[in-house]
Antibody, heavy 120, light 107 residues
Framework: EVQLLESGGGLVQPGGSLRLSCAAS????????MAWVRQAPGKSLEWVSA????????YYADSVKGRFTISRDNSRNILYLQMNNLRAEDTAIYYC?????????????WGQGTLVTVSS | EIAMTQSPATLSVSPGERVTLSCRAS??????LAWYQRKPGQTPRIFIY???TRVTGFPDRFSGSGSGTEFTLTISSLQSEDIAIYYC?????????FGQGTKLEIK
């Protein structure tokens, strides 16, 4: 059974940093691309960042480029999202998501999400 | 960035009704169009990809159609368990983008 367990969310002041983690199990982690998708209050879903199974290619939404860094540890089956210089508009539930193939394509499994609140 | 626009935002329907949801892309997405279903309290679930290919095991009352920039999700006979928010998503160009969703409600 595929399981994705996010952690690391919380309340942070504008300009602050957080690192989200996603512990994956139930599949061969290195064979699949992974992504972070967020949903802000009252808004739709937004792909934030994605990374191929090998980790050699990363993708970022323009809204987070230069501030967020996605990475993965294939030896420990963990996906990360380092978020720096956080803004109020980054407030959202962040979902860890598994792709259906090794390149960035379609999400077939989602974690339950972790809430990030950026506020002073 | 390709913008995805769904209509209507909310739809009130009776069980047994035929339902049609629309999704429009701001530019062609080729055949890279998927639909996700999100029931209350759950995470989204993909059920159609490549415009009309249904995920194995998903009810065949759901069907996708369209091409280029105009797409449609049809539910042939609405069941109570189909109450959810439906999102379309393009995966033709990064950043992949979702529509704002159509919420189905029971009339």
């Amino acid at each position: 059974e595929v399981q994705l367990l996010e952690s690391g969310g919380g309340l942070v002041q504008p300009g602050g940093s957080l690192r989200l983690s996603c512990a994956a199990s139930g599949f061969t982690f290195s064979s699949y691309a992974m992504a972070w998708v967020r949903q802000a209050p009252g808004k739709s879903l937004e792909w934030v960042s994605a990374i191929t199974g090998s980790g050699d290619t990363t993708y970022y939404a323009d809204s987070v480029k230069g501030r967020f860094t996605i990475s993965r540890d294939n030896s420990r089956n963990i996906l990360y999202l380092q978020m720096n210089n956080l803004r109020a508009e980054d407030t959202a539930i962040y979902y860890c998501a598994k792709d259906d193939v090794g390149v960035v394509n379609l999400i077939d499994y989602w974690g339950q999400g972790t809430l990030v609140t950026v506020s002073s | 960035e390709i913008a995805m626009t769904q209509s209507p935002a909310t739809l009130s329907v009776s069980p047994g009704e035929r339902v049609t949801l629309s999704c429009r892309a701001s530019q062609s997405v080729s055949n890279k169009l998927a639909w996700y279903q999100r029931k209350p309290g759950q995470t989204p679930r993909i059920f159609i990809y490549n415009i009309f290919t249904r995920v194995t095991g998903f009810p065949d009352r759901f069907s996708g159609s369209g091409s280029g920039t105009e797409f449609t999700l049809t539910i042939s006979s609405l069941q109570s368990e189909d109450i959810a928010i439906y999102y379309c998503q393009q995966y033709h160009n990064w950043p992949y983008t979702f529509g704002q969703g159509t919420k189905l409600e029971i009339k």
